[in-house]
RNA sequence: GGGCCAUUAGCUCAAUUGGCAGAGCAACUGACUCUUAAUCAGUAGGUUGAAGGUUCGAUUCCUUCAUGGCCCA
């Protein structure tokens, strides 16, 4: 408890009964129980075998109905909930007394045979019964659960306890987490951890968190990507590397952003961005496969979302003619930045970065299908090779489901002398006030000096891919615990 | 950053035109040896998010603040 808390009358009658305890010489707070069963597997066994067996469990009660001299509890583990049939005849007179002193809420250990109640259920007979934690407070309620989203997350334990449906959001997000390191390590990627704390923060357009290193006196930064350390490590010799990780972006937060979120990048050397758009629709329809398997999902309100591949491939100025029913191609950046001002009342200067916002209104929302948006304007994208057809244009693409961002990928730039004058553009962005624009790495254009190979490379958000798998509506509800303002 | 909405018992929610602060679950006491939202009888539980203001009187109206949600940027 802490110091916040007041003794309320519930709270009170718990203290009592956890001092009944001490008194009869039990420990409230147990050191250990050998839990010999998972709840999960003996409701398994008996259906199978439907024979009285010996049990050992323990968890949590979650429900209980007293009947004088006998009662029926509900006790909950991991696995799953089962009901305990407890008799004041089948069991030591003392527990029986530890049995009327336990509340909704506490741990118990629990011994006995497996049978099914009279109304069919499958439950424990009850022979004997110990008290491992005391719960101070009262669960939420039983029926409603708890639906205060700010309590939700705040508190996400008690979430997590009594709306078992968040549970598997994060049993699923696990099993998606796996599944795409199954995918790479299947195709002899390296799983690699590169700095969180650089001194340079780059490989993303995004305003870093800032912090001080005390023994080396200087200013430090929270990665905003891993993305110039991986190719680092192509330059190095891997040939096939990728990281799942926290990048940290000082930005504001709403349904898909977190301060914090989980990002996989990889790098496959000798390949280009064509060969990224292949890995992602194996991916994607690798972990659609693991989880339902089939190829098609719902989320939000589209019912239908096929990863069938080959998925759509269109480019950024082309899309504008197929979804927006306009061109941006015969405009001039005047006309261009005009139509973004009346739309969006935002101005920006750059010639990629008007069209990129252009396509962020007029194109982005209709883009529901599975659909790469390629070759994007150059001056937005420093760390991207020139179009090898078009040199007004970079081989980047984004992936877009449902209209939400989910990933974006290049053919690496590993000129060092473009990638230094690249850079040098960005600075002059970063003086002129522009808090996102990249920052200066020479040590980076040193590591390409030595010679980086030809390079195609990916970046996933994680935590959006895990709302698309599990049809949730915010990322606060696929982040265990997403950032809060403190109360008070 | 802007707009709208919310905040009442541990939880889920009420409260008419500004007129005694209410219910269900949880808790407590009693009854009850096959219940499962157990049941029956009774009891207790509130600084109505915070601070001001208007008023004889504020959960209700006004202002500011805090936190959250939704939408927009």
Redesign the pocket.
């Given at each position: 408890m802490t110091e916040q808390n007041?003794i309320?009358?519930?709270?009170?009658?718990?203290i009592?009964?956890l001092n009944w305890f001490i008194e009869n010489g039990y420990k409230p707070f147990e050191y250990r129980f050998d839990k010999k069963d998972a709840i999960h597997d003996i409701i398994e066994r008996f259906e199978k075998e439907e024979s009285e067996f010996p049990v050992s469990t323990a968890g949590r009660i979650t429900?209980?109905?007293?009947?004088?001299?006998?009662?029926?509890?509900?006790i909950t583990d991991v696995s799953g909930k089962v009901?305990v049939?407890i008799?004041?005849?089948?069991i030591p007179e003392q527990d029986f007394e530890v049995y009327k002193?336990l509340?909704?809420?506490d741990f118990a250990g629990v011994t006995g045979t497996m049978?099914?109640?009279?109304?069919?259920?499958i439950?424990i007979?009850c022979k004997s019964i110990i008290l491992l934690t005391k719960s101070l407070?009262?669960?939420?309620?039983?029926?409603?659960?708890?639906?205060?989203?700010?309590?939700?997350?705040?508190k996400r334990y008690?979430d997590l306890l009594?709306n078992p449906e968040v549970k598997e959001v994060f049993i699923t997000r696990s099993r998606i987490i796996n599944s795409i390191r199954e995918f790479l390590n299947s195709r002899n990627f390296l799983e690699v951890e590169t700095p969180m704390l650089q001194f340079v923060p780059g490989g993303a357009a995004a305003r870093p968190f800032k912090t001080h290193h005390n023994a080396l006196n200087s200013e430090i930064y929270l990665r905003i990507a891993p993305e110039l350390y991986l190719k680092r490590l192509i330059v190095g010799g891997f040939e096939k590397v990728f990281e799942i990780n926290r990048n940290f972006r000082n930005e504001?937060?709403?349904?898909n952003?977190n301060p914090e979120f989980t990002m996989l990048e990889l790098y496959q050397a000798y390949a280009d961005y064509n060969d990224m758009m292949l890995i992602v629709e194996d991916l994607f329809i690798n972990i659609c496969e693991t989880l339902y398997q089939k190829k098609e999902l719902a989320f939000n309100e589209f019912p239908n979302i096929n990863l069938a591949k080959p998925w759509k491939r269109i480019s950024m100025e082309d899309s504008f003619e197929e979804f927006a029913g306009f061109s941006v191609k015969n405009k001039s950046i005047t006309e261009l930045q005009a139509m973004l001002e009346e739309?969006?009342?935002?101005k920006q200067e750059k010639l990629g970065k008007v069209i990129e916002k252009l396509f962020e209104?007029f194109v982005q929302p209709k883009l529901i299908q599975p659909t790469f948006i390629t070759d994007y304007i150059k001056d937005s994208s420093p760390l991207t090779k020139v179009h090898r057809n078009d040199d007004r244009l970079v081989e980047r693409f984004e992936v877009f489901i449902a209209g939400m961002e989910l990933g974006n990928a290049f053919s690496e730039l590993n000129n060092p002398w473009d990638q230094k004058e690249r850079f040098e553009e960005q600075v002059k962005d970063l003086e002129a006030g522009d808090d996102e624009a990249q920052r200066m790495d020479y040590d980076y254009v040193n590591a390409l000096e030595f010679g980086m190979p030809p390079t195609g490379g990916l970046g996933v958000g994680i935590d959006r891919l895990i709302m698309f798998f599990t049809n949730a509506?915010?990322i606060?509800d696929v982040i265990l615990f997403?950032?809060?303002?403190?109360?008070?």
């Open positions: 007041e309320t009358q519930v709270i009170q009658s718990r009592e009964k429900a209980n109905r007293i009947m004088g001299k006998a009662g029926f509890f509900d009901q049939y008799r004041k005849d089948q002193h509340d909704v809420g049978f099914r109640t009279h109304k069919g259920e439950s007979l407070h009262p669960l939420p309620e039983k029926w409603h659960g708890l639906k205060d989203k700010e309590l939700r997350y705040r008690l009594v504001g937060m709403d349904r952003h739309k969006d009342k935002v209104v509506p915010s606060r997403p950032l809060m303002k403190p109360e008070i």
